[in-house]
């Protein structure tokens, strides 16, 4: 598991929020928390190959009934992640609807530029 990874959950957690790795099975949201993914990387375009943009992206889940609790659960995960100036926010999601979790969702993508080789 890649040690940048670990330093959100870590930062997120100091942040006050709770923290869940993808690969949890958490069932039905009761109480306001997020997942955290690697999603990979991608080759910046021009560079040959020689460096890549990390994407990771953080989940903020609330029950459903808890519509004002999305806003600010986005809110403090955007607080929480400036205190990690090696990424950026490179997207947000639109709200919706995760269905298996019976949750209201947003999305966050956060990236940083690493060397390849």
Do not use: W
């Amino acid at each position: 598991m890649s040690a940048l990874l670990e330093a959100i959950k870590q930062t997120l957690r100091s942040g006050g929020l709770n923290v869940y790795d993808f690969a949890e099975k958490l069932g039905t949201c009761k109480t306001p928390y997020v997942v955290v993914y690697d999603a990979g990387v991608e080759v910046a375009p021009g560079s040959k190959g020689m460096y890549g943009t990390h994407a990771y992206e953080v989940v903020c889940l609330t029950p459903y009934g808890d519509v004002a609790g999305l806003h600010s659960l986005e809110a403090q995960v955007r607080g929480a992640m400036r205190a990690m100036p090696q990424l950026r926010l490179s997207s947000s999601g639109g709200t919706g609807v995760e269905q298996t979790y019976q949750a209201r969702a947003v999305s966050l993508v956060y990236v940083s530029t690493e060397r390849m080789y």
